[in-house]
């Protein structure tokens, strides 16, 4: 008999490009969501104070809404697996200066990706039913296991000279 795993897609992505925004402020919204449910995700993005809150809530949205359509989840089972803020261009505007002179203004943008994971979806379905424990033992020998480094700025050898 054949033994064969099929993979099933659990994952779906929003992506905003060109948000008239800098990164540094985006990313200060989006550390806040990561690994974070769907509700609740949504209840800390309406109850920030920050202008980067709307964009990223309207990523949030149309990645609930891809999930919904593509995979026939629903936003109970959602959790914000991936985000990420890259720089962008920056959207250059030229100001008139003394003595005919010009000075150019750069308007930072970025682009933001929500990654949305469905948690009640396996990440494999068995063809065979009849070797499920074999596969299964595979599976889990696969882990991969990573370490936590913290750096921490006020002990690591002279950054705070008070002179």
């Known amino acids: 008999m054949l033994k064969k795993l099929k993979k099933i897609k659990t994952e779906v992505y929003a992506l905003g490009q060109h948000i008239s925004m800098s990164a540094n402020k ?6 806040q969501i990561r690994g974070r449910s769907y509700e609740e995700t949504l209840m800390i993005l ?9 964009p990223i809530l309207k990523l949030v949205y149309s990645a609930a809404a891809n999930a919904s359509y593509t995979m026939d989840s629903n ?39 929500i990654v949305v994971k469905d948690i009640s979806l ?15 033992k595979k599976l889990k020998s696969k882990k991969k296991y990573t370490a936590l480094t913290y750096h921490n700025m006020y002990s690591n050898g002279g950054v705070w000279d008070k002179k």
């Not at 985006?26 to 550390?31: G, I, L, T």
């Not at 309406?46 to 709307?54: D, G, K, N, V």
């Open 26 to 31: 985006a990313r200060r919204v989006v550390d």
């Open 46 to 54: 309406e109850l920030m104070p920050y202008r980067a809150c709307y």
């Open 75 to 113: 936003e109970s089972n959602l959790v914000i697996s991936k985000a990420q803020v890259s720089e962008g261009t920056a959207t250059k505007k030229l100001k008139p200066r003394a003595r005919g002179r010009s000075f150019t203004i750069k308007r930072p943008t970025c682009h933001i990706a």
């Open 122 to 136: 396996d990440e494999y379905i068995e063809i065979d039913f009849l070797d499920s424990l074999r596969w299964s």
